[in-house]
T-cell receptor, first 116, second 111 residues
């Protein structure tokens, strides 16, 4: 079984400032890791994922996350945020070995609010 | 366009009434999931199905029922036994080994 802890429920920042949304996980097996973004009254959209290979993964809109196995973390970062990045962000983990092990476990979410 | 269609977007239920939320996909994904979202509680798994004619209970299945008669469809019924059904309901599909694709959600309100 896996679990995910998102350490901050809310993160307020000013526009053009850097931001880091923290995510730690626990698992007894090797993992896949995901970040999702949710805008108000919408479903979740996949932002980026780590399946294997390079531990640094990037999204098309400037976010990046680094898989740190020793610290069991997958923090999300962006060097300069925009007003349009205001949303809720969810970290998720699954096992990598098939069947129901692929089922995702989600953190409780971090609300990122970007202020002008 | 490939995707997931959840309907209706908004649904109102009277006390003691059963309602059914629709989830249809044309992604040809085997696995489908239903989540409930309440403010500050993240996503909680209600039911999931990895193959047609088979499904498993999630963490909060009481008061809910599902069926999976076709690969494309995974409807969720909120029964009168669910005492606090007001929430945002999300359907998702999964291609094995990868993340989920989510629908746009149904907001259910008890009136």
């Amino acid at each position: 079984a896996q679990s995910v802890t998102q350490l901050d429920s809310q993160v307020p920042v000013f526009e053009e400032a850097p931001v880091e949304l923290r995510c730690n996980y626990s698992s007894s097996v090797s993992v896949y890791l995901f970040w999702y973004v949710q805008y108000p009254n919408q479903g979740l959209q996949l932002l980026l994922k780590y399946l294997s290979g390079s531990t640094l993964v990037e999204s098309i809109n400037g976010f990046e996350a680094e898989f740190n196995k020793s610290q069991t973390s997958f923090h999300l970062r962006k060097p300069s945020v925009h007003i349009s990045d205001t949303a809720e962000y969810f970290c998720a983990v699954s096992g990598d070995s098939g069947g129901s092990n692929y089922k995702l476990t989600f953190g409780k979410g971090t609300l990122l609010t970007v202020n002008p | 366009d490939g995707g997931i269609t959840q309907s209706p977007k908004y649904l109102f239920r009277k006390e003691g009434q059963n309602v059914t939320l629709s989830c249809e996909q044309n992604l040809n994904h085997d696995a489908m999931y239903w989540y409930r979202q309440d403010p500050g509680q993240g996503l909680r798994l209600i039911y999931y199905s990895q193959i047609v004619n088979d499904f498993q209970k999630g963490d909060i299945a009481e008061g809910y029922s599902v069926s999976r008669e076709k690969k494309e469809s995974f409807p969720l019924t909120v029964t009168s036994a669910q005492k606090n059904p007001t929430a945002f309901y999300l359907c998702a599909t999964q291609e094995y080994g990868y993340g989920y694709t989510f629908g746009s959600g149904t907001r259910l309100t008890v009136v």
